[in-house]
T-cell receptor, first 113, second 120 residues
Framework: QKEVEQDPGPLSVPEGAIVSLNCTYS??????FMWYRQYSRKGPELLMY????GNKEDGRFTAQVDKSSKYISLFIRDSQPSDSATYLC?????????????FGEGTQLTVNP | GAVVSQHPSWVICKSGTSVKIECRSL??????MFWYRQFPKQSLMLMAT?????????EQGVEKDKFLINHASLTLSTLTVTSAHPEDSSFYIC????????????????FGPGTRLTVL
């Protein structure tokens, strides 16, 4: 069993829709949770970064972490065609700066105009 | 967020030659840098972790003599693919973490734009 499970999709939604992306994990030692966006042939771009359980909002993006369920989510409101990309969840124990990240497989999202 | 650059963005080389890829942190001190490899439609595969001034730690199955990593300064790490072969063709991405501007440490990693290597 993988430490981090993420549905690879593909996920296709109309412009303006609310998108929900999710990951589950098995290692209770994970403390830091990240969402990265990766466009084709580009490096991942950090979207959201959260520590432990709770919610964090940044513009159209909301990240949620539920450590009791070992479940994290990323919500995208008013989705735009420019949001079309692969979204990777990542997490770490965070004992030191730059701890090793464990990634999900990534979910490929297409937002149709 | 912090900025990481990579050079070159793409490279084509002949089989048997060596290729060097540079990874730079532009606006922070990168005490730790990571090198990843990514195949099409797959997630990132960690190859090695390097701390400034120390030898890199390679993941199981990654040949250290083939993928030479040097992290000689707090802003630069290099990956050299030695005697490259077609099976080494891939997308190589670095990431970095370290000291925040103004003090404190980053827990998150910041990625470079990647280098596409094609070995003929």
């Amino acid at each position: 069993q993988k430490e981090v499970e993420q549905d690879p999709g593909p996920l296709s939604v109309p412009e303006g829709a609310i998108v929900s992306l999710n990951c589950t994990y098995s290692n209770s030692a994970f403390q830091y949770f990240m969402w990265y966006r990766q466009y084709s042939r580009k490096g991942p771009e950090l979207l959201m970064y959260t520590y432990s359980s709770g919610n964090k909002e940044d513009g159209r993006f909301t990240a949620q972490v539920d450590k009791s369920s070992k479940y994290i989510s990323l919500f995208i409101r008013d989705s735009q065609p420019s949001d079309s990309a692969t979204y990777l969840c990542a997490m770490s124990r965070g004992e030191t700066s730059g701890s090793r990240l464990t990634f999900g497989e990534g979910t490929q999202l297409t937002v149709n105009p | 967020g912090a900025v990481v650059s990579q050079h070159p963005s793409w490279v084509i080389c002949k089989s048997g030659t060596s290729v060097k890829i540079e990874c730079r942190s532009l606006d922070f001190q990168a005490t730790t840098m990571f090198w990843y490899r990514q195949f099409p439609k797959q997630s990132l595969m960690l190859m090695a972790t390097s701390n400034e001034g120390s030898k890199a730690t390679y993941e199981q199955g990654v040949e250290k003599d083939k993928f030479l990593i040097n992290h000689a300064s707090l802003t630069l790490s290099t990956l050299t693919v030695t005697s490259a072969h077609p099976e080494d063709s891939s997308f190589y991405i670095c990431s970095a973490s370290g000291v925040r501007r103004g003090g404190g440490l980053y827990n998150e990693q910041f990625f470079g734009p990647g280098t596409r290597l094609t070995v003929l």
